[in-house]
């Protein structure tokens, strides 16, 4: 009945709270999401692919596009660019299918300023002794690290206020529910969906 | 972790979309939804129980919650009145529990006046076909009478702009799952929960 565009999910959280953790057990049901594939200026290794695993670019091409703001975030990282290619998200988009972001805080920060129309949700962990575990589990990492990464992760929970949902990650399935809930939930606000529906029915008005 | 408020649902739509059979579909599955209970001035039946079925007023009790603004919408049906109390959706919401109300568009959107913080959901007929199907197949109606409820239906639609949530009752099973998505959504709205999470966990970091 309608002709609907796609929405861009953003999940983001403080580092440690287990964004990939949910977001691979989203994946990993039945979903019609489309992960957002990130661009990278890197070489390309051994069994990956051009458009499946990321967008391959020359440091120049990359430079480029950040002069254009064809990314909707980027970041440096040990020498090497990555970020998030404008065209492919809002191509997606345009095909009618929601594309699914999973990134930093800062990322999200960014994308926020280049998308303000997506969803940006945010996964909160559900206690500080949790989230402390889960950063001393991850590695070996020092007491003095613990304690920065610990810092870093308030500063995070701060920026909270830039998102539009809240989901705490105490069980996976859960949180990865309740994602989905808000994905299928957003489809349905009036905002995005009154107009073409009015438009629907007064065609079989007339 | 959170101490959290519930939540005023209230469904609507134009009459023959089916608001009742999604209600009665939705109240059959396991939910944690306590379903509105209407306040009346009409005699107590054999079977009812005051307070399960309505709450019985006289009709003076009933005006002089009129009069202060005790009620979150009434009617007057056939010398009666009836109407949703305030008092009860309010002890019920501070409880933590959420409320749900299945009602004409009507009476929404005075609840909107009286309560904007509820959640307000439209349910939106597939088709006018099929409107016209169902309005159709409820009786005996004179093809005048159906042609003004058609007619009647077109004014409530227009009322859509007033709602949070369009959800199309295509299907009465994905109508129920999407309003179920609602219900879960709108607890992890961030303007809901973020200052009671960051509050839990800065006691945890102090």
């Known amino acids: ?3 609907e565009k ?3 999910f953003v999940l983001s959280g403080p580092s440690g709270v287990g964004k990939g953790t949910v ?7 039945a979903t019609d999401l489309k992960y957002s594939i990130s661009m990278t200026t890197r070489s390309i290794r051994e069994g990956e692919k051009e458009g499946t695993d990321y967008f391959y670019k020359t440091k120049q091409e ?3 596009l950040i002069k254009k703001n064809r990314l909707l975030e980027y970041a440096e ?10 065209d492919y998200v809002e191509e997606t988009l345009d095909h009618g299918k929601d594309v699914f ?5 800062q990322g999200a920060l960014q994308v926020k300023e280049n998308f303000p129309q997506g969803v940006f949700i945010f996964l909160f962990p559900p206690s500080l002794e949790e989230l402390k575990n889960r950063i001393i589990n991850r590695g070996t990492e020092s007491e003095e690290l613990v304690k920065n990464r610990l810092i870093a992760a308030k500063t995070e929970i701060e920026m909270m206020d830039a998102y539009d949902y809240v989901v705490v990650n105490d069980e996976i ?7 989905q809930s808000i994905v299928q939930s957003e489809h349905c606000k009036r905002e995005r969906v009154a107009k ?3 438009k629907a029915l007064e065609a079989d008005f007339s």
Chains 1, 2 share one sequence.
């Open 77 to 86: 990282y040990v020498g090497n660019y990555y970020g998030t290619p404008r």
């Open 173 to 179: 399935e859960t949180a990865v529910q309740k994602i």
């Open 101 to 105: 972001l999973e990134i930093e805080v």
């Open 196 to 198: 073409q529906y009015k």
């Open 62 to 64: 990359f430079e480029d």
């Open 6 to 8: 796609g929405i861009l």
């Open 23 to 29: 977001r691979k057990s989203l994946f990993d049901r």
């Open 1 to 3: 009945m309608i002709d």
